[in-house]
Nanobody
Framework: VQLQASGGGLVQAGGSLRLSCAASGHTLSTLTMHWHRQAPGREREFVAAIRWSARTTYYADSMKGRVTISRDSTKNTVYLQMNSLKPEDTAVYYC??????????????WGQGTLVTVSS
């Protein structure tokens, strides 16, 4: 599975950003797609996931209510819409994928990260 994340950048606190992850190389219907993030000096953490075939979604408590994960099957792309961003959301955001129907802290495949910087 190849994953290409994009959409990161600099945004002011309170602003919004949408990340994209283009996926290829596997039957996506058997995967659960993830977003994780890693802030400076911290461990990588789960943000959100979506089961490709059923659109079932999972969210970490830290961002629940401020992020929405979705997917577009016509474009083989997963999105992470982030609203009301805070400086503590500054991190490298990673797209990932896992075989199966639920989320995991250790997905099977990782894409490169995209940096999100939230200024105060």
């Amino acid at each position: 599975v190849q994953l290409q994340a994009s959409g990161g950048g600099l945004v002011q606190a309170g602003g919004s950003l949408r990340l994209s992850c283009a996926a290829s190389g596997h039957t996506l219907s058997t995967l659960t797609m993830h977003w994780h993030r890693q802030a400076p000096g911290r461990e990588r953490e789960f943000v959100a996931a979506i089961r490709w075939s059923a659109r079932t979604t999972y969210y970490a408590d830290s961002m629940k209510g401020r992020v929405t994960i979705s997917r577009d099957s016509t474009k083989n792309t997963v999105y992470l819409q982030m609203n009301s961003l805070k400086p503590e959301d500054t991190a490298v955001y990673y797209c990932a994928a896992k075989h199966g129907s639920t989320w995991s802290r250790s997905p099977d495949y990782w894409g490169q990260g995209t940096l999100v910087t939230v200024s105060s």
